[in-house]
């Protein structure tokens, strides 16, 4: 009996510190992204270097509303595919939630963004925070992706591309000769030295 007592009161302690341990752990935040909106509150600022007119001067910012185009929807259409909006293997480089497939959308994200910020620069809620955003390795450390030619490369595939198929998930409509600098320089959008001074 005194055995079975024990036992009883060293299940409970165990079962009370189960529970005492998942009450006290912080619960981790998902991974969101917050949408080329929130980015632009401060990026879009001319004392910020104002990256957000290079953005949305490029392809990228029209990188979704391109689906809806007739060629678009006449090539998917021909080769059996769903709606280029509603395609996968088209939304997967036109869309910033598809780039980070998996990741959470916060309520701020559109899907008409195209390719936003954190298609290249990884989901937003990991770095957006200021104190974060000051320095460049405090980024990096805290998710946020520099963005280099392996980062283009993934929807920038020139040698699938060179087959103009499905194959690969190639994209038939896009450039075959992709260089990365001569790409890089259309998009490049420092951040002030100003800033990076203070």
């Known amino acids: ?11 409970f302690i165990a079962v009370l510190l189960f529970f005492l341990k998942n009450a006290l752990e912080p619960k981790q935040e998902p991974v969101r992204i917050l949408g080329s909106e929130m980015c632009n509150d401060c990026h879009g600022l001319q004392n910020m270097g104002d990256q957000k007119t290079p953005w949305k001067n490029s392809k990228h910012s029209g990188a979704y ?23 996968e293997k088209c ?10 497939k998996g990741t ?17 620069h990884g989901a937003g809620s990991e770095y957006s925070p200021a104190e974060i955003m000051r320095e460049e390795s405090s980024f990096i450390r805290n998710g946020g992706v520099k963005g280099d030619e392996k980062t283009c490369l993934k929807c920038h595939n020139t040698k699938a591309n060179k087959e103009k198929t ?24 420092p951040v002030s030295t100003e800033l990076k001074n203070r």
């Open 91 to 100: 939304l997967k480089c036109h869309t910033t939630e598809f780039v980070l």
């Open 166 to 189: 499905l194959k690969d998930d190639a994209c038939p409509f896009q450039e075959t000769d992709f260089d990365y600098k001569t790409a890089f320089d259309k998009i490049k959008h």
């Open 65 to 87: 509303t391109v689906l809806f185009s007739a060629k678009a929807i006449d090539f998917n259409k021909a080769n059996g595919l769903a709606s280029p909006d509603k395609e």
């Open 1 to 11: 009996m005194k055995y079975i007592s024990y036992l009883i009161f060293f299940a």
């Open 104 to 120: 959470e959308k916060s309520k701020s994200y559109n899907i008409t963004e195209g390719v936003g910020c954190e298609g290249c």
